[in-house]
């Protein structure tokens, strides 16, 4: 197997890590070794009820006023912004061709109306999907045992400045929605809610002899700063920092997105785009296709709602790889372990099984569960260093 399917196949159960909003229940200490990793399977046994409550801590209402214009690919997006009246705060030009600005109700037909315009989507809120310690690293044949050359794209909350376990090679902040920046600031963008950070730590924390080791090892690290210093940001922010990572594809092999966020505008559960890529008109579907197509692999978090993950974007796109939770209680296989672990809308008491809390794909893959265990310290666990992957049979 190469290095680079090892690579990949970490960042499948990397996005396992995640929760939306999961918390532990009584007085269970916060860094003791946890119970959940991940693979992508079938839907099974949807808790409708823990989707239902689950489905209201995620933010489904648009930005106000503000979307994304698509524009056909010889479309000059300033100047059609400017024949528009518009002020755009982000400017796309890799994996769409457009921007972003605010836009007036009044304004959208006329607009729509511009031979120019492909489509006018409404900016969504996007958040980072919260991560949980796995059990048993032994168990997906991993850390690599190499130092690894495979450059992995973390599209995050950003990753902190000199942290002495990471190799981070370049940086830049794509979470800003000021007219002034409208396109990704370079060598900027710091983490200071620590999420990019655990991310790129579990990716490819370097084998020193201090804290812990990656599965991929002083792998190259492109850290891009899309949700602000809460871990809140949008799709406007979303497809700014694709559209940096796409136009830097021939450096980049993997894109890691721990983060999520509803693909309605209202309060109903309503599926994402899955139109083809050549025809759909949802420019962050359409910014995920044309990175995709350009060589760089996609890896999203399904989501911790027990619901389908095809309510969640992008985990929801078919060209992305979206990877839901497996619970697991002894570290290795065959379903024997026992044990209970409670969360904030459900109690797991099945080794081996889908996690009760995750959500789920369609279809299943011939992948079996590949884990990871480590007690990380507390300052392992705060500073991001790499805990677990996973391994395809």
């Not at 890590?17 to 119970?35: H, M």
């Not at 489905?55 to 979307?67: E, F, G, H, L, M």
């Not at 969504?124 to 992995?152: E, F, H, K, T, Y």
């Amino acid at each position: 197997m190469s290095i680079y399917t090892k690579v990949l196949m970490a960042l499948i159960l990397l996005l396992l890590l995640y929760f939306i909003s999961c918390s532990n229940a009584g007085e269970t200490d916060p860094y003791e070794e946890q119970s959940v990793t991940a693979v992508t399977f079938a839907l099974s046994d949807l808790r409708t009820d823990i989707a239902t409550r689950a489905w209201a801590s995620v933010q489904t209402k648009p930005v106000p006023d503000r979307y994304i214009v698509m524009l056909k690919p010889d479309a000059d997006a300033e100047e059609v912004a400017q024949r528009e009246a518009l002020k755009p705060s982000a400017i796309y030009k890799h994996v769409i061709n457009g921007f972003a600005a605010t836009v007036p109700q009044q304004a959208l037909a006329g607009i729509s109306k511009n031979p120019n315009v492909i489509s006018i989507t409404p900016v969504r809120a996007v958040q980072a999907l919260g991560q949980q310690v796995p059990s048993g690293i032994s168990r997906i044949g991993g850390p690599v045992s190499v130092s690894v050359d495979v450059a992995i794209a973390v599209v995050d909350t950003g990753i902190t400045r000199g942290h002495a376990d990471l190799n981070v090679v370049a940086r830049t902040d794509c979470s800003s929605q000021d007219k002034k920046d409208k396109v990704c600031v370079k060598d900027t963008g710091d983490d200071v809610y620590g999420h990019g950070t655990h991310v790129a730590g579990i990716a490819a924390a370097i084998d020193n002899d201090i804290d812990v080791v990656g599965v991929a090892p002083g792998a190259p690290l492109y850290s891009v700063k899309v949700l602000d210093d809460h871990g809140n940001g949008t799709t406007e922010t979303l497809i700014k920092g694709l559209d940096w990572v796409a136009a830097r594809a021939d450096q980049i092999r993997v894109a890691n997105l721990s983060i999520g966020g509803a693909c309605s505008n209202n309060e109903q559960m309503i599926e994402c785009d899955d139109a083809p890529c050549d025809s759909t008109r949802d420019a962050e579907h359409k910014a995920v296709c044309n990175l995709v197509q350009r060589g760089v692999t996609v890896v999203a978090a399904a989501g911790n709602s027990a619901m389908p993950a095809s309510y969640l974007a992008p985990a929801a796109y078919d060209e992305v790889i979206a990877v839901s939770a497996f619970a697991d209680f002894d570290g290795t296989s065959g379903g024997n372990g026992t044990g209970t672990y409670e969360f904030a809308n459900c109690v797991e008491r099945d080794d081996d099984s889908f996690a009760c809390f995750s959500n789920h794909g369609r279809t299943s893959i011939s992948w079996r569960p590949a884990w990871a265990s480590y007690r990380p310290r507390r300052r392992v666990l705060r500073f991001g260093a790499a805990r677990a992957w996973p391994r395809p049979t």
